[in-house]
């Protein structure tokens, strides 16, 4: 049986909740200024994506694998299928002085980011704060309007694709392509931490017949011996040691500090992540962070 070659395609889509046509995201600056969800900050036009690497909800990707450039549909999902049915343990309550602490003043309505969680304030009262943490469109039925815009075919779109996807967010990242080779330099650190991930990359760049390289910052490097040279300390002949009892010092308030941590009561942020976790175990669905579309496939346990 013949594998399935890989497909990089660029796709327009507009979400819309079934039951009330209401529109909730969308790749078009028009639509979304006609629905009045037009956001400044946001980068409005086309998705890069690689089909086969679960950037999207399962049945859309299913649907957009079987569709031609040029070609548009409606995907149609149950709730079970885009952002999964209402869990009650995603509702918590959280003391208002945490919220206080964090010069934040709640109130019903008000959207918060939690840790990787966005929740939804909905009551205040004696102290403490009610928040659902559930998908705002959990236990709604939607559909995707999509749009297959263009296939990339070209092995040097591929790899500015890959770069565009992978690193461009990535500081004083940079590139170089050239006839289907993409080299990529970046830190040394970089390289080392990002060791998974560049592997990972390399095999999807290796489906589009595309070779990436990695190359070390040379600029950092030398930085890096610069500041190594300084903080260096040798031990001469007229060395009091003065240094050493310093370190003493800095090393015990390191310590007291932790201490006080330890016994401060939990943030928002811990609380949050902890409502998650329970949820976990009986809600296949997560909220991703800085996820910039509605489209994009939910995490799975």
Do not use: W
Request: charged residues 40%.
């Amino acid at each position: 049986m013949t594998e399935k070659k890989r497909r990089m395609v660029k796709v327009n889509f507009t979400g819309k909740e079934a039951l009330e046509g209401r529109v909730f995201d969308t790749t078009l600056a028009d639509i979304a200024k006609e629905a009045g969800i037009f956001d400044e900050r946001r980068t409005y036009g086309p998705l890069n994506i690689i089909l086969g690497e679960k950037e999207l909800m399962e049945k859309v990707e299913a649907e957009l694998e079987a569709m031609n450039e040029g070609e548009k549909k409606v995907v149609k999902l149950l709730a079970k299928e885009a952002f999964g049915e209402r869990n009650p343990q995603m509702v918590r309550v959280i003391p208002l002085q945490n919220f206080l602490e964090q010069k934040i003043n709640p109130f019903p309505g008000l959207v918060v980011r939690v840790a990787n969680a966005i929740g939804k304030v909905q009551s205040v009262s004696s102290g403490r704060v009610r928040i659902d943490f559930n998908h705002p469109l959990s236990g709604r039925d939607v559909e995707y309007h999509v749009e297959l815009v263009k296939e990339i075919k070209n092995k040097n779109e591929v790899a500015e694709t890959i770069f565009e996807k992978y690193y461009s967010r990535i500081p004083n990242s940079k590139k170089e392509t050239n006839e289907g080779k993409l080299t990529i330099t970046l830190s040394p650190e970089l390289i080392k931490n990002l060791g998974q991930i560049n592997e990972a990359v390399k095999k999807i760049a290796k489906d589009f017949d595309v070779e990436i390289e990695f190359e070390e910052d040379k600029a950092v490097q030398i930085e890096k011996v610069k500041k190594d040279e300084n903080v260096g300390h040798v031990h001469g002949p007229e060395c009091n040691h003065a240094h050493e009892e310093e370190e003493e010092t800095r090393e015990k308030k390191k310590s007291e500090e932790k201490s006080e941590v330890k016994e401060k009561p939990k943030s928002i942020h811990k609380i949050a992540d902890e409502a998650r976790g329970q949820a976990k175990k009986e809600n296949n669905f997560d909220v991703t962070r800085d996820s910039s579309t509605t489209i994009q496939r939910p995490k799975k346990k």
